[in-house]
């Protein structure tokens, strides 16, 4: 069986239960802590495991897969039933690019680690801590909005099912509503979140539904 260590709140865990998910795949979780007074992730033996000490880990029989957007793309060539990209080329390099607005362009930003570093380094508050976040996720969030305005509402972005953009969008819609970002200037992906939340793959891997949610 695949074995997923990872955090309920980690966006990069998030995507992966979703592709196990939408996949069928049974899996076994095991909690990796990442709050600051655990930091389980930072121990020597989790370190053996990813020397990046971050989670997702994956482990298969093709051994510990690491980074999730690499992961995505492992699950799609190993369990091919079930795509996570659309079979037109453009249409894959699309879904592809509307993904990594969220994992290149948003998320290494707004990840803990950095959050650390402005509030231990640079003396950054909670309101400037809050700032700095929701701006980057609007910055991302509006590039990815204009990229699908050509695109019908009230469904998914690439036919009758999801996609990596919806795997990875939704985790940080999840996000940004956590740290109470306003979204009304996205009225697209608000409807792509809803859309796809509505399917039980999504809800599932959702944070609250996780055995070490607190």
């Known amino acids: 069986m695949l074995k997923l260590h990872g955090y309920w709140r980690s966006s990069a865990a998030y995507r992966l239960r979703i592709a196990l998910n939408l996949k069928g795949l049974a899996y076994e979780q095991v909690s990796v802590n990442l709050a600051p007074v655990a930091s389980e992730q930072m121990t020597p033996a989790f370190k053996a495991m990813n020397p990046a000490q971050r989670v997702p ?15 995505l793309e492992w699950l799609e060539e190993r369990y091919p039933d079930t795509p996570l990209l659309p079979q037109d080329l453009g249409e894959r390099q699309m879904a592809r690019a509307l ?3 969220i994992a290149c362009d948003i998320h ?7 959050l ?20 980057w996720i609007k910055r991302g969030f509006a590039a990815f909005e204009e990229m699908i305005s050509g ?22 819609v999840y996000n940004a509503r ?8 996205f009225p697209k992906l608000v409807a792509l979140d809803a859309t796809s939340l509505a399917l039980d793959a999504f809800d599932k891997a959702a944070p609250q539904n996780q055995p070490d949610a607190s």
């Open 151 to 172: 695109q019908s509402d009230g469904g998914f972005l690439f036919g009758g099912q999801p996609s990596i953009a919806e795997i990875c969008l939704v985790p940080q």
């Open 178 to 185: 956590r740290f109470e970002v306003d979204l009304s200037a």
């Open 108 to 114: 290494p930003l707004n990840n803990l680690s950095v």
């Open 57 to 71: 880990v994956l482990e298969t029989e093709d051994g510990k897969l690491v980074q999730s957007m690499a992961v």
């Open 99 to 101: 993904g990594n607005i």
């Open 116 to 135: 650390k570093v402005l509030r231990e380094d640079f003396g950054a508050d909670k309101q400037a801590v809050s700032h700095w976040y929701g701006d």
